[in-house]
Protein backbone atom coordinates (compact mmCIF):
# COMPACT_ATOMS: atom_id res chain seq x y z
CA UNK A 1 0.00 0.00 0.00
CA UNK A 2 1.57 3.60 -0.76
CA UNK A 3 2.07 5.97 1.98
CA UNK A 4 1.01 8.66 -0.81
CA UNK A 5 -2.84 8.81 0.33
CA UNK A 6 -2.09 8.81 4.03
CA UNK A 7 -2.74 11.57 6.41
CA UNK A 8 -0.83 14.39 6.78
CA UNK A 9 2.27 14.28 9.75
CA UNK A 10 1.09 16.48 12.92
CA UNK A 11 2.92 19.09 13.77
CA UNK A 12 4.58 17.24 16.34
CA UNK A 13 6.00 14.25 14.95
CA UNK A 14 6.64 16.30 11.56
CA UNK A 15 10.80 17.41 12.77
CA UNK A 16 11.20 13.74 11.58
CA UNK A 17 10.87 14.65 8.21
CA UNK A 18 13.58 16.53 7.82
CA UNK A 19 16.90 15.48 7.59
CA UNK A 20 19.72 15.92 10.32
CA UNK A 21 22.25 17.18 8.51
CA UNK A 22 20.18 19.16 5.50
CA UNK A 23 18.60 21.34 8.26
CA UNK A 24 15.17 22.09 8.86
CA UNK A 25 12.84 24.29 6.92
CA UNK A 26 9.98 26.12 9.08
CA UNK A 27 7.77 27.95 6.87
CA UNK A 28 6.64 31.45 8.73
CA UNK A 29 3.66 32.35 6.17
CA UNK A 30 2.66 29.05 7.74
CA UNK A 31 3.12 29.94 10.83
CA UNK A 32 1.00 33.12 10.56
CA UNK A 33 -2.32 32.22 8.22
CA UNK A 34 -4.34 30.69 10.89
CA UNK A 35 -3.71 33.91 12.81
CA UNK A 36 -4.92 36.34 9.98
CA UNK A 37 -7.83 34.39 9.49
CA UNK A 38 -8.64 34.51 13.32
CA UNK A 39 -8.30 38.17 13.18
CA UNK A 40 -10.18 38.69 10.24
CA UNK A 41 -7.52 41.17 8.43
CA UNK A 42 -6.65 39.33 5.24
CA UNK A 43 -8.39 42.09 3.48
CA UNK A 44 -5.85 44.00 4.84
CA UNK A 45 -2.84 42.07 3.48
CA UNK A 46 -1.74 44.06 0.38
CA UNK A 47 -0.44 47.11 2.14
CA UNK A 48 2.74 48.13 -0.47
CA UNK A 49 5.04 49.08 2.62
CA UNK A 50 8.82 48.21 2.38
CA UNK A 51 10.24 46.19 4.76
CA UNK A 52 11.19 48.84 7.52
CA UNK A 53 7.63 50.50 7.56
CA UNK A 54 6.37 47.08 8.44
CA UNK A 55 8.69 46.49 11.12
CA UNK A 56 7.99 49.84 12.92
CA UNK A 57 4.09 48.64 12.81
CA UNK A 58 5.33 45.52 14.45
CA UNK A 59 5.79 48.04 17.63
CA UNK A 60 1.83 48.37 17.53
CA UNK A 61 0.31 48.14 20.80
CA UNK A 62 -3.11 47.07 18.24
CA UNK A 63 -2.31 42.94 18.05
CA UNK A 64 -4.31 42.88 14.51
CA UNK A 65 -2.61 45.72 13.08
CA UNK A 66 0.98 44.13 14.55
CA UNK A 67 0.36 40.77 12.77
CA UNK A 68 -0.91 41.84 9.67
CA UNK A 69 2.76 43.71 9.81
CA UNK A 70 3.96 40.46 10.74
CA UNK A 71 2.39 38.27 7.70
CA UNK A 72 3.51 40.99 4.92
CA UNK A 73 7.20 41.10 6.35
CA UNK A 74 6.98 37.12 6.23
CA UNK A 75 6.73 37.71 2.69
CA UNK A 76 9.26 40.11 2.00
CA UNK A 77 12.08 37.31 4.43
CA UNK A 78 10.17 34.64 2.02
CA UNK A 79 11.21 36.34 -1.10
CA UNK A 80 14.60 37.31 0.13
CA UNK A 81 14.09 40.69 -0.50
CA UNK A 82 15.32 42.48 2.40
CA UNK A 83 19.19 43.71 0.65
CA UNK A 84 22.26 43.30 2.47
CA UNK A 85 22.78 46.46 3.69
CA UNK A 86 19.45 46.48 5.65
CA UNK A 87 20.45 43.79 7.33
CA UNK A 88 21.79 45.24 10.73
CA UNK A 89 18.61 47.30 11.04
CA UNK A 90 16.13 44.71 10.51
CA UNK A 91 18.25 42.11 12.90
CA UNK A 92 18.51 45.32 15.66
CA UNK A 93 14.60 46.15 15.12
CA UNK A 94 13.20 43.05 15.38
CA UNK A 95 15.42 41.91 18.26
CA UNK A 96 14.07 45.06 20.13
CA UNK A 97 10.26 43.65 19.26
CA UNK A 98 11.17 40.32 20.94
CA UNK A 99 12.59 42.22 24.21
CA UNK A 100 9.97 44.55 24.46
CA UNK A 101 7.19 41.91 23.68
CA UNK A 102 5.34 39.66 26.28
CA UNK A 103 3.11 38.09 23.43
CA UNK A 104 4.69 34.67 23.09
CA UNK A 105 3.69 34.29 19.67
CA UNK A 106 5.14 37.68 18.53
CA UNK A 107 8.42 36.61 20.33
CA UNK A 108 7.86 33.50 18.40
CA UNK A 109 7.48 35.16 15.21
CA UNK A 110 11.08 37.28 15.55
CA UNK A 111 12.86 33.95 16.56
CA UNK A 112 11.19 32.19 12.67
CA UNK A 113 11.86 35.57 11.18
CA UNK A 114 15.78 36.00 12.17
CA UNK A 115 16.43 32.28 11.71
CA UNK A 116 15.37 32.60 8.26
CA UNK A 117 17.70 35.28 7.50
CA UNK A 118 20.44 33.19 8.58
CA UNK A 119 22.88 36.21 9.52
CA UNK A 120 25.47 35.46 12.31
CA UNK A 121 24.44 39.33 13.37
CA UNK A 122 20.75 37.29 14.77
CA UNK A 123 22.84 35.06 16.72
CA UNK A 124 23.14 37.42 19.84
CA UNK A 125 19.15 37.08 20.21
CA UNK A 126 18.34 33.33 19.17
CA UNK A 127 20.56 32.87 22.10
CA UNK A 128 18.80 34.42 24.78
CA UNK A 129 15.55 32.79 22.85
CA UNK A 130 16.96 29.56 24.29
CA UNK A 131 16.41 30.31 27.66
CA UNK A 132 12.40 32.14 26.53
CA UNK A 133 9.50 30.98 28.67
CA UNK A 134 7.38 29.78 26.27
CA UNK A 135 8.42 26.27 24.49
CA UNK A 136 7.42 26.67 21.07
CA UNK A 137 9.44 29.82 21.28
CA UNK A 138 12.96 27.93 22.77
CA UNK A 139 11.89 25.05 20.35
CA UNK A 140 12.43 27.45 17.19
CA UNK A 141 14.78 28.80 18.70
CA UNK A 142 17.06 25.71 18.42
CA UNK A 143 15.69 25.03 14.94
CA UNK A 144 17.24 28.40 13.48
CA UNK A 145 20.41 27.86 15.54
CA UNK A 146 20.45 24.92 13.50
CA UNK A 147 20.07 26.10 10.10
CA UNK A 148 22.93 28.97 10.94
CA UNK A 149 25.85 28.82 8.81
CA UNK A 150 29.06 27.61 10.76
CA UNK A 151 29.45 29.66 13.57
CA UNK A 152 31.28 29.51 17.14
CA UNK A 153 28.97 32.13 18.81
CA UNK A 154 26.64 29.72 19.17
CA UNK A 155 25.67 29.04 23.01
CA UNK A 156 25.91 24.94 23.17
CA UNK A 157 26.06 24.35 26.26
CA UNK A 158 22.20 25.45 26.44
CA UNK A 159 21.42 22.99 23.58
CA UNK A 160 23.66 20.06 25.34
CA UNK A 161 21.61 20.87 28.54
CA UNK A 162 18.27 19.93 26.36
CA UNK A 163 19.22 16.86 26.22
CA UNK A 164 20.54 15.99 29.29
CA UNK A 165 17.73 17.17 31.12
CA UNK A 166 13.79 15.82 31.25
CA UNK A 167 12.99 17.58 28.26
CA UNK A 168 9.89 17.31 25.75
CA UNK A 169 10.97 14.76 22.96
CA UNK A 170 10.44 17.16 20.26
CA UNK A 171 12.84 19.23 21.51
CA UNK A 172 15.71 17.09 21.85
CA UNK A 173 15.18 16.01 18.61
CA UNK A 174 15.59 19.20 17.20
CA UNK A 175 18.68 19.65 19.80
CA UNK A 176 20.21 16.64 18.51
CA UNK A 177 19.36 18.08 14.63
CA UNK A 178 21.03 21.15 15.83
CA UNK A 179 24.69 19.42 17.20
CA UNK A 180 24.14 16.92 14.20
CA UNK A 181 24.26 19.83 11.38
CA UNK A 182 27.45 21.83 12.38
CA UNK A 183 29.10 18.79 13.17
CA UNK A 184 29.34 19.05 16.83
CA UNK A 185 31.91 16.62 18.39
CA UNK A 186 29.42 15.42 20.64
CA UNK A 187 26.93 15.03 18.56
CA UNK A 188 27.48 10.91 18.20
CA UNK A 189 27.44 10.42 21.67
CA UNK A 190 24.32 12.10 22.17
CA UNK A 191 23.01 10.14 19.41
CA UNK A 192 23.98 6.83 20.67
CA UNK A 193 22.01 7.87 23.96
CA UNK A 194 18.67 7.84 22.46
CA UNK A 195 19.03 4.44 20.03
CA UNK A 196 17.17 3.00 23.27
CA UNK A 197 15.32 6.08 24.18
CA UNK A 198 11.29 4.48 24.70
CA UNK A 199 10.61 7.45 22.83
CA UNK A 200 10.70 5.31 18.93
CA UNK A 201 10.78 9.14 17.21
CA UNK A 202 14.40 9.93 19.40
CA UNK A 203 15.43 6.27 18.56
CA UNK A 204 15.02 6.86 14.92
CA UNK A 205 16.21 10.38 15.09
CA UNK A 206 19.10 8.99 16.48
CA UNK A 207 19.70 6.24 14.28
CA UNK A 208 19.31 8.63 11.23
CA UNK A 209 22.29 10.94 13.04
CA UNK A 210 24.45 7.81 13.21
CA UNK A 211 24.76 7.24 9.31
CA UNK A 212 26.84 10.35 9.09
CA UNK A 213 28.66 8.74 11.29
CA UNK A 214 28.59 4.98 9.53
CA UNK A 215 28.32 3.65 13.11
CA UNK A 216 26.91 0.31 13.05
CA UNK A 217 25.14 0.24 16.39
CA UNK A 218 22.58 2.35 14.71
CA UNK A 219 21.90 -0.85 12.64
CA UNK A 220 18.83 -2.29 14.55
CA UNK A 221 17.34 0.81 14.76
CA UNK A 222 18.21 1.85 11.12
CA UNK A 223 16.15 -1.77 10.34
CA UNK A 224 13.12 -0.94 12.84
CA UNK A 225 12.67 2.50 10.48
CA UNK A 226 13.49 0.61 7.04
CA UNK A 227 10.40 -2.08 7.87
CA UNK A 228 8.09 -0.04 9.37
CA UNK A 229 4.53 -0.09 7.70
CA UNK A 230 2.37 2.52 5.69
CA UNK A 231 -0.97 1.39 7.51
CA UNK A 232 0.34 0.64 10.99
CA UNK A 233 -3.06 1.46 13.02
CA UNK A 234 -2.26 0.42 16.23
CA UNK A 235 -2.11 3.43 18.87
CA UNK A 236 1.17 5.92 18.94
CA UNK A 237 1.92 4.54 15.62
CA UNK A 238 3.04 6.83 12.91
CA UNK A 239 1.05 7.78 9.98
CA UNK A 240 1.98 6.77 6.16
CA UNK A 241 3.05 9.92 5.48
CA UNK A 242 5.45 10.50 8.68
CA UNK A 243 6.85 6.76 7.59
CA UNK A 244 7.79 7.35 3.76
CA UNK A 245 9.54 10.91 5.03
CA UNK A 246 11.46 8.67 7.89
CA UNK A 247 12.30 6.18 4.94
CA UNK A 248 12.92 8.81 2.83
CA UNK A 249 15.33 11.06 5.15
CA UNK A 250 17.34 7.05 6.04
CA UNK A 251 18.09 7.06 1.85
CA UNK A 252 18.84 10.52 1.80
CA UNK A 253 21.51 9.78 4.74
CA UNK A 254 22.91 6.67 2.95
CA UNK A 255 23.42 8.66 -0.27
CA UNK A 256 25.59 10.86 1.37
CA UNK A 257 27.58 8.86 3.52
CA UNK A 258 28.03 6.28 0.86
CA UNK A 259 28.02 3.44 3.78
CA UNK A 260 28.75 0.37 2.46
CA UNK A 261 27.21 -1.38 5.33
CA UNK A 262 23.72 -0.27 4.24
CA UNK A 263 23.84 -2.43 0.82
CA UNK A 264 21.34 -5.16 1.88
CA UNK A 265 18.95 -2.97 3.78
CA UNK A 266 18.49 -1.08 0.43
CA UNK A 267 18.38 -4.04 -1.71
CA UNK A 268 15.24 -4.99 0.54
CA UNK A 269 13.88 -1.28 0.41
CA UNK A 270 14.06 -1.71 -3.58
CA UNK A 271 12.75 -5.67 -3.58
CA UNK A 272 10.11 -5.53 -0.96
CA UNK A 273 9.10 -2.18 0.01
CA UNK A 274 5.17 -1.21 -0.85
CA UNK A 275 6.09 2.78 -1.56
CA UNK A 276 7.22 3.39 -5.58
CA UNK A 277 8.73 6.61 -4.52
CA UNK A 278 10.99 4.52 -1.62
CA UNK A 279 11.61 1.75 -4.32
CA UNK A 280 12.59 4.07 -6.75
CA UNK A 281 15.13 5.84 -4.07
CA UNK A 282 16.38 3.21 -2.76
CA UNK A 283 17.20 2.13 -6.46
CA UNK A 284 18.96 4.56 -6.68
CA UNK A 285 21.32 5.02 -4.06
CA UNK A 286 21.81 1.08 -4.13
CA UNK A 287 23.67 2.01 -7.88
CA UNK A 288 25.83 4.63 -6.58
CA UNK A 289 27.17 2.64 -3.89
CA UNK A 290 27.83 -0.23 -6.38
CA UNK A 291 29.43 2.17 -8.34
Known amino acids: MSAQNQDTPSPSKKILESSPLSGIAVPIAIVLVGGMIIF ?18 MNSKTFGNRWVAAYELSKFLAASKIPKEDMPWVIENLSRVYFESVDARTRNFVVLALGSLKNPLALSLLNKALDDQDPQVKFNAVVSLGNMPAVQEIQWEKIEAMLQQDQDPGLKQVALFALASHKHPKAENFALGFLTSQDKTLRYAASNILIYYKNSQAVPVIQEVAA ?6 SPDSLNGAQVEGLKMNLLENIEKSRWPEMLGLLEKLQNDDPNIRIQTKAKQVLKLLKN
Open 40 to 57: GVTKMLSSGKDHKDLIEE
Open 228 to 233: LRYDDR
